[in-house]
């Protein structure tokens, strides 16, 4: 066996459960305050289903303040998505990975049949490589076969780190005050096709996007 495969092996084994110790630590100390519980009471609290959507640079955030809750995330299928998949499982969701050849059509596949059989599930509205906040077909298409409605969640804070990646992910600093938003959840026609799923992918897009605005308003920034 390769060195390099064995440091990858043994780093997949650490790295996520380490990172999700910290990170319950770490966000354990943040005050936190939720926004939007109507739409939480309307669809979660009331038993239905619901595809939970996004922007990536809340994704770490997201895992921790939605670990009680029982779904599948759609994750790439990059070796630093096996990173994000790990870190996912170890928040307690399960998750959908297309092969690196098919990239995600498996994954939505897989997220199609699991929605339909009544599961939860998420997806990164501005996927794995962005560009950042321009939202992408997945949830809509998933939301039109299914009849489930998509859910915008969204957060920001106070003080917070965020890195050199294109979408600047992000996470509270300890301490800060967190505000964790449910958007409006949308429902999403029947069999959309073409110019259906454009018209819905961007309300998806200016919902999020009138989210973010709104949550980081807050805290007096125009985004993070």
């Avoid at 999700?20 to 939480?40: D, M, N, Q």
């Avoid at 979660?44 to 994704?59: E, Q």
């Avoid at 990173?83 to 499982?89: C, F, G, N, P, Q």
């Amino acid at each position: 066996m390769k060195e390099g495969t064995l440091l990858h092996r043994l780093s997949l084994s650490v790295a996520p459960w380490l990172v999700a110790w910290l990170v319950r630590a770490w966000f354990g100390t943040c005050r936190i305050t939720v926004h939007g519980l109507e739409h939480r009471r309307s669809t979660l609290d009331a038993g239905r289903k619901v595809v939970a959507s996004f922007w990536h640079y809340t994704f770490v955030f997201v895992f921790y303040q939605l670990r009680r809750e029982s779904a599948t995330v759609m994750v790439s299928a990059s070796r630093d998505g096996e990173y994000i998949a790990r870190l996912a499982e170890e928040f307690g969701f399960s998750t959908a990975r297309g092969s690196r050849n098919n990239r995600g059509a498996q994954a939505l596949k897989d997220l199609l049949k699991l929605a339909a059989a009544g599961e939860s599930t998420a997806i990164v509205a501005d996927g794995s490589q962005g560009p950042p906040r321009i939202a992408q077909p997945g949830a809509i298409l998933l939301a039109s076969r299914t009849g489930v409605p998509v859910l915008p969640v969204m957060w920001s804070a106070s003080r917070y780190l965020a890195f050199r990646s294109w979408d600047r992910t992000a996470i509270p600093k300890p301490f800060a005050r967190v505000d964790f938003y449910y958007g409006e959840p949308l429902y999403v026609p029947a069999d959309l096709r073409g110019a259906g799923i454009e018209e819905y992918r961007k309300k998806l897009e200016d919902r999020l996007n009138e989210l973010y605005d709104r949550a980081w308003r807050r805290h007096g920034r125009t985004g993070h």
